[in-house]
């Protein structure tokens, strides 16, 4: 099983910066999803820093999260 998130900053560029349940610290690019329409509004930085963590993963305002399991898989150190 993979861990939760359990903390997010973030950053400039899209960019969120993760501290996961067992400890591990990565920072992930929501660039490559901005063209989603699930994603639109992230394109406003000022939205896109309102992330925040519950259940386990990243969420924003109305709905909008994305798989705990994509941002510890494709997140990098």
Same mark, same amino acid.
């Given at each position: 099983?993979? *861990?939760?998130?359990?903390?997010?900053?973030?950053?400039?560029?899209?960019?969120?910066? !993760?501290?996961?349940?067992?400890?591990?610290?990565?920072?992930?690019?929501?660039?490559?999803?901005? *063209?989603? *329409?699930?994603?639109?509004?992230?394109?406003?930085?000022?939205?896109?820093?309102?992330?925040?963590?519950?259940?386990?993963?990243?969420?924003?305002?109305?709905?909008?999260?994305?798989? *705990?399991?994509? !941002?510890?898989?494709?997140?990098?150190?």
């Amino acid at each position: 099983m993979l *861990p939760d998130v359990s903390d997010v900053k973030p950053l400039p560029n899209y960019i969120l910066q !993760l501290t996961f349940s067992n400890g591990e610290q990565k920072r992930f690019d929501m660039t490559p999803y901005l *063209p989603y *329409p699930v994603f639109q509004r992230l394109k406003n930085p000022v939205f896109f820093k309102l992330a925040k963590v519950d259940y386990g993963t990243v969420t924003w305002p109305g709905d909008v999260d994305i798989a *705990p399991e994509t !941002l510890y898989l494709d997140s990098i150190l």
